[in-house]
């Protein structure tokens, strides 16, 4: 039977970080709103120690949304856990994430301090969040690059602590699919508690490697992502929502599937970018301007020919109203053809071959041709 993957997302909280994409309260509603209409099963709405902004804005979702859980981020303090549960006080299904560097780096460099004392803060942490609320996921931050068999205790302790979601994020993006797919493996072989808990991915796309690394971390038996909208989030961003979600749906034969209305990706999307003012990369998989695209002429004869040549994916599943046949000094005569169809006009052969030349006499000079273009051209 196919088992459902949690949707965490992760927009409001890790998406914002990126330089310039701060929202208000409002917009951030906005946001919760249409997170909730998309399916999302956890929503992180912010890190409510951070600003008396943030505070609020956390404090507002958790009073909105009325199906998902509504998460707080906080350091291993108690501070911030206090400021937590202080926000989601009116949240019908609250969680609190907590936690602490994993890395001999970050224990070293960030922390001062030893695996024994890293250890002592994560269970104190989960067992102070979980006074406040039962929902407790603990992240341990930089698991990428943490050494097995500390990661592994850490996360027996922090289970045995109470905590029913354990994040294991590679907060640098530096491991390769197999890497995570053999660590993930590896915890589940030698954490004897692991399966009192949701173990979670949370991965960084400094290498291009996000949604893969996602991925083989569902296949070694994690069973919650953590995601944003479009892949934004610090430096290069997170793995992408709109992507785990179509690889399950599209790869059926893995056994998995998410609750995502997908139907609402592109325009999600589209109110995402507009409202952070990040621009969707035109070659972005799933939600870009060009994903659906076709300017080749070798593509566009056989996209016309039947869809399935070139696409794996239909475009109304998510969200997007059509395929386009891009005109350019690339493109064949079966796209110009199709395309003058359209605009009602029928040509014969040796006279769509005269308009043929001209139209790439056109195209060259004006790079991609439109309606428009193709009246003054029949003209």
């Not at 479009?230 to 997170?238: D, F, L, S, Y």
């Amino acid at each position: 039977m196919s088992q459902k993957i949690l949707i965490f997302d992760t927009t409001l909280r890790d998406g914002e970080q990126v330089p310039g994409c701060q929202l208000n309260t409002e917009e951030k509603l906005q946001v919760a709103e249409q997170l909730e209409l998309l399916g999302v099963d956890i929503i992180e709405a912010g890190f409510p120690i951070s600003s008396p902004g943030d505070f609020r804005s956390v404090e507002e979702i958790a009073k909105l949304v009325k199906n998902a859980t509504v998460c707080g981020l906080t350091r291993a303090k108690k501070e911030d856990i206090d400021a937590a549960a202080a926000a989601l006080k009116h949240a019908k299904y609250p969680r609190i994430h907590t936690g602490i560097g994993s890395s001999d780096t970050h224990i070293k460099y960030k922390f001062n301090s030893t695996r024994e004392e890293i250890l002592a803060k994560g269970v104190w942490a989960v067992k102070y969040a979980k006074s406040f609320v039962e929902d407790v996921e603990f992240f341990a931050e930089d698991a990428g690059r943490a050494d097995l068999v500390f990661l592994a205790q850490l996360t027996e302790a922090v289970i045995d602590a109470g905590a029913t979601v354990v994040n294991l994020p590679d907060t640098t993006g530096y491991l390769l699919p197999q890497q995570m797919f053999q660590r993930i493996n590896y915890l589940f072989e030698n954490v004897p508690n692991i399966h009192k808990a949701v173990i979670s991915m949370h991965n960084h796309n400094d290498l291009g490697l996000a949604t893969a690394n996602t991925i083989a971390g569902i296949q070694a038996g994690a069973r919650q992502v953590e995601v944003t909208i479009n892949g934004i989030g610090e430096r290069a961003g997170n793995t992408s929502l709109e992507e785990v979600a179509m690889i399950l749906n599209t790869h059926k034969d893995l056994g998995y599937h998410t609750g995502i209305n997908s139907k609402h990706l592109y325009p999600f999307s589209q109110f995402v970018s507009n409202l952070m003012g990040m621009p969707v990369q035109a070659n972005k998989a799933i939600v870009g301007a060009n994903a659906f695209a076709h300017s080749s002429g070798i593509h566009q004869d056989g996209f016309l020919k039947h869809t399935q040549n070139y696409e794996i994916m239909n475009p109304e599943d998510v969200g997007v109203p059509s395929s386009a046949i891009v005109l350019t000094s690339r493109s064949g005569r079966a796209a110009l053809r199709h395309r003058l169809q359209l605009l009602g006009f029928e040509f014969e052969k040796p006279d769509l071959d005269k308009i043929y030349t001209r139209f790439l006499l056109m195209a060259d000079a004006r790079k991609q041709l439109n309606d428009e273009d193709l009246k003054e051209l029949v003209g």
